[in-house]
């Protein structure tokens, strides 16, 4: 008890203490290299192949590097996009929504449930505590997520967090600046 997780392939979820969570007070740890771009041509995958389909088939279908598909479709499940049934992929009403939706509305479907993915729900939180965050913050929030792949993830993190358009860094690169931050939930004063 009270040493750190790692973060590893086989262990994205990992336990975040003190950030008002969903029912298993678990969130997901954003794969360093899933990008929006294959979390919504899974979408659009299942939506042009109908309901149903075995996740085997997907990766052959998609031509993804097989070792990413899991990884897409655990950012799916977590932002409420797909669930598994029986072994099949099925998308759910919102990632129904988002799959048919224009590019606004996927972004506001996105950011509903964005918070649900680490470490864009403790740099939304930082945000909404201090109106900005300096690169140097924004780079030891996400060396705590990453040791190992740092610069990808960073890199990644600031794609997320500029398509749904929740943050980016300025012209100077110097700080993250919030675009749209999403409301803070209510919760018992500590």
């Known amino acids: ?23 298993s007070g678990r969130k997901l740890v954003l794969p360093p290299d899933v990008t929006p771009d294959h979390v919504l041509g899974l979408l659009e995958l299942l939506r042009s192949l109908g309901s149903g389909i075995d996740s085997m088939y997907v990766g052959d279908a998609i031509g993804e ?12 499940e977590a932002l409420e996009l797909v669930a598994q049934k029986g072994g099949n992929l099925e998308l759910t009403e ?9 590019p606004k509305t996927v972004k506001h479907l996105l950011r509903e449930v964005a918070l649900k993915l680490e470490p864009i729900a403790e740099v939304v939180e930082r945000l909404r505590r201090k109106g ?23 890199q990644n993190v600031l794609v997320w967090g500029a398509y749904l358009g ?5 012209e100077d690169d110097e700080k993250i600046l919030p675009i749209r931050l999403p409301h803070a939930k209510k919760s018992e004063p500590a």
């Open 1 to 23: 008890m009270g040493q750190p997780l790692r973060i590893s392939a086989s262990s994205l979820v990992q336990v975040v203490k003190g950030v008002d969570q969903s029912d």
């Open 65 to 76: 590097d097989v070792q990413m598909l899991p990884h897409a479709i655990d950012v799916a």
């Open 94 to 102: 919102r990632g129904k929504r988002v799959a048919a939706g224009n």
């Open 132 to 154: 900005e965050l300096l690169v140097e913050e924004f780079e030891s929030i996400i060396r705590k997520y990453y040791p190992s792949r740092f610069e990808e993830a960073m």
């Open 166 to 170: 929740l943050f980016k860094m300025d």
